[in-house]
């Protein structure tokens, strides 16, 4: 006889976990089936985001940025060090430690909530009896049923035709975070999150690094004002070579190493000589072979599931969150929206707002926004008003060796309500939180401009930037 569950979910990564783990807090019993194992052969649940994506990579940026210091801003601090080398392979051998420490994290919550782990591909056949019958293929096949289906299977890297990535000299996000020794000349395509931070890792290191990005605008989806701070400070200060609207072509590798031949942006002819390339152009939804036609889910041309603002893919009781649907493909709106499905399948009213979800790229500075930008707000004719506030005039950024960049806020020129935070410079990640709460509750710049914040703190910044909206700034 087949296990039986009230909820199964397919993908253990950050919106099959936590969707999980709520649907378990709600008192239903509940499995969640992942296929992922790490190099030693073992179940390691987290998906892409905890075992190749957004922890391993924060770890290798931090140990990148502590050597960075250490060699160009401690002088500044009256500590000199002389001789500073970086191990290349106690570096990665701490970013797995991490990684396998977290891991190993989600199967003790599963126990403490009493989620089934089951290792293998999960794949839904049929509905009888009113229950979903699940094949799981791996090391121990089986049937299993289920009365909800939640689909949180996420994404893969998306390569391009022609260009064969082998993890070993051509690269996708797992190869970029696993390199033993700095390239001496490193090739990126894609100035997107994974191309810019893994290209900022790499060149505080030491390595040469070029970046051709298919866009003519650099990172189109930020601020125009803060796209265009950040590139200057990731070419002139960090030394990171951009290059805008290019088209790839041939790529040829030998002994020697690699070439990429491709079009700038003006049309000439030009090549790339590296050692290892880096391919980081976008991901795609991970839906193959996730179930049998008959199940009629609703997949389109780029693989997506297709679902309604309830993530309800329209098939009895079959739900689908994370990269594998549509909106932002981050972390924390997966896990968002399956902790909203977990409640909805509850019978609870789970909510996830798309206006306010934070986007962040961990480069140094740190970018982080929500909302809208001004662009956007110019192309929708939206009567609006600003105010920045620059670090330079902040006192702990200052006493941190950090002050560059600013905060940017945006608000409806009638009624005062936040439509937008854009923020380049030192702790974005950390700062952009007071502004999706601030949008989350309908805030108003005015709101923000008459809060205490504390003294001497990053967290000022933003408060000048609300004052500034009003043309009231104290400190500019």
Same mark, same amino acid.
């Given at each position: 006889?087949?296990?039986?569950?009230?909820?199964?979910?397919?993908?253990?990564?950050?919106?099959?976990?936590?969707?999980?783990?709520?649907?378990?807090?709600?008192?239903?019993?509940?499995?969640?089936?992942?296929?992922?194992?790490?190099?030693?052969?073992?179940?390691?649940?987290?998906?892409?985001?905890?075992?190749?994506?957004? *922890?391993?990579?924060?770890?290798?940026?931090?140990?990148?940025?502590?050597?960075?210091?250490?060699?160009?801003?401690?002088?500044?601090?009256?500590?000199?060090?002389?001789?500073?080398?970086?191990?290349?392979?106690?570096?990665?051998?701490?970013?797995?430690? *991490?990684?396998?420490?977290?891991?190993?994290?989600?199967? /003790?919550?599963?126990? %403490?909530?009493?989620?089934?782990?089951?290792?293998?591909?999960?794949?839904?056949?049929?509905?009888?009896?009113?229950?979903?019958?699940?094949?799981?293929?791996?090391?121990?096949?089986?049937?299993?049923?289920?009365?909800?289906?939640? *689909?949180?299977? !996420?994404?893969?890297?998306?390569?391009?035709?022609?260009?064969?990535?082998?993890?070993?000299?051509?690269?996708?996000?797992?190869?970029?975070?696993?390199?033993?020794?700095?390239?001496?000349? /490193?090739?990126?395509? !894609?100035?997107?999150?994974?191309?810019?931070?893994?290209?900022?890792?790499?060149?505080?290191?030491?390595?040469?690094?070029?970046?051709?990005?298919?866009?003519?605008?650099?990172?189109?989806?930020?601020?125009?004002?803060?796209?265009?701070?950040?590139?200057?400070?990731?070419?002139?200060?960090?030394?990171?070579?951009?290059?805008? #609207?290019?088209?790839?072509?041939?790529?040829?590798?030998?002994?020697?190493?690699?070439?990429?031949?491709?079009?700038?942006?003006?049309?000439?002819?030009?090549?790339?000589?590296?050692?290892?390339?880096?391919?980081?152009?976008?991901?795609?939804?991970?839906?193959?072979?996730?179930?049998?036609?008959?199940?009629?889910?609703?997949?389109?041309?780029?693989?997506?599931?297709?679902?309604? #603002?309830?993530?309800?893919?329209?098939?009895?009781?079959?739900?689908?969150?994370?990269?594998?649907?549509?909106?932002?493909?981050?972390?924390?709106?997966?896990?968002?929206?399956?902790?909203?499905?977990?409640?909805?399948?509850?019978?609870?009213?789970?909510?996830?707002?798309?206006?306010?979800?934070?986007?962040?790229?961990?480069?140094?500075?740190?970018?982080?926004?929500?909302? %809208?930008?001004?662009?956007?707000?110019?192309?929708?004719?939206?009567?609006?008003?600003?105010?920045?506030?620059?670090?330079?005039?902040?006192?702990?950024?200052?006493?941190?060796?950090?002050?560059?960049?600013?905060?940017?806020?945006?608000?409806?020129?009638?009624?005062?309500?936040?439509?937008?935070?854009?923020?380049?410079?030192?702790?974005?990640?950390?700062?952009?939180?007071?502004?999706?709460?601030?949008?989350?509750?309908?805030?108003?710049?005015?709101?923000?401009?008459?809060?205490?914040?504390?003294?001497?703190?990053?967290?000022?910044?933003?408060?000048?930037?609300?004052?500034?909206?009003?043309?009231?700034?104290?400190?500019?």
């Amino acid at each position: 006889m087949s296990k039986s569950f009230d909820v199964v979910v397919i993908g253990g990564g950050p919106g099959g976990y936590v969707a999980a783990i709520r649907a378990a807090q709600l008192g239903f019993n509940t499995a969640c089936i992942d296929e992922n194992k790490n190099a030693a052969g073992k179940a390691a649940l987290g998906g892409t985001c905890l075992n190749v994506g957004c *922890i391993p990579s924060k770890a290798l940026l931090e140990s990148s940025e502590n050597y960075y210091r250490i060699n160009h801003e401690f002088a500044a601090h009256g500590i000199s060090v002389k001789d500073a080398k970086i191990d290349v392979g106690q570096m990665i051998a701490r970013k797995q430690k *991490i990684v396998d420490q977290f891991t190993g994290g989600i199967q /003790l919550l599963f126990k %403490k909530n009493k989620v089934a782990s089951i290792n293998g591909h999960g794949k839904i056949l049929k509905r009888e009896n009113e229950k979903w019958q699940i094949e799981v293929t791996g090391d121990n096949p089986e049937i299993i049923e289920a009365q909800h289906v939640i *689909i949180a299977s !996420g994404s893969k890297p998306r390569y391009l035709p022609g260009i064969a990535v082998d993890n070993v000299d051509v690269l996708d996000n797992v190869g970029a975070l696993d390199l033993q020794e700095v390239p001496k000349r /490193l090739g990126v395509i !894609g100035a997107g999150v994974i191309g810019l931070e893994m290209s900022s890792v790499w060149r505080r290191l030491g390595a040469e690094v070029t970046i051709l990005e298919a866009m003519p605008a650099f990172l189109g989806a930020a601020d125009e004002e803060v796209a265009k701070l950040a590139q200057r400070i990731f070419t002139k200060e960090l030394g990171l070579k951009i290059e805008t #609207g290019v088209k790839i072509g041939e790529v040829v590798k030998d002994k020697k190493g690699i070439k990429i031949n491709y079009e700038d942006a003006a049309g000439a002819k030009q090549v790339l000589d590296c050692d290892k390339l880096i391919v980081a152009v976008g991901r795609v939804p991970n839906t193959d072979n996730i179930a049998a036609p008959e199940v009629g889910l609703r997949i389109d041309a780029r693989g997506f599931i297709e679902v309604d #603002g309830h993530c309800h893919t329209g098939t009895p009781n079959i739900w689908a969150v994370g990269d594998v649907v549509r909106g932002p493909m981050l972390a924390h709106k997966a896990s968002e929206e399956g902790v909203a499905v977990a409640e909805r399948i509850a019978g609870q009213a789970g909510h996830v707002d798309f206006n306010t979800v934070p986007w962040v790229i961990y480069t140094q500075p740190e970018i982080a926004w929500v909302g %809208k930008t001004e662009q956007q707000l110019k192309a929708e004719g939206v009567d609006y008003k600003k105010g920045s506030f620059p670090f330079a005039a902040n006192g702990r950024a200052h006493g941190m060796n950090a002050a560059v960049g600013f905060v940017k806020m945006l608000a409806d020129a009638k009624t005062d309500r936040i439509l937008g935070v854009h923020i380049v410079g030192p702790f974005a990640s950390e700062l952009i939180s007071e502004a999706v709460v601030a949008m989350e509750f309908k805030a108003c710049s005015e709101d923000i401009a008459r809060i205490i914040h504390a003294h001497p703190s990053l967290s000022e910044a933003m408060h000048e930037a609300a004052l500034a909206v009003d043309k009231r700034a104290l400190h500019s």
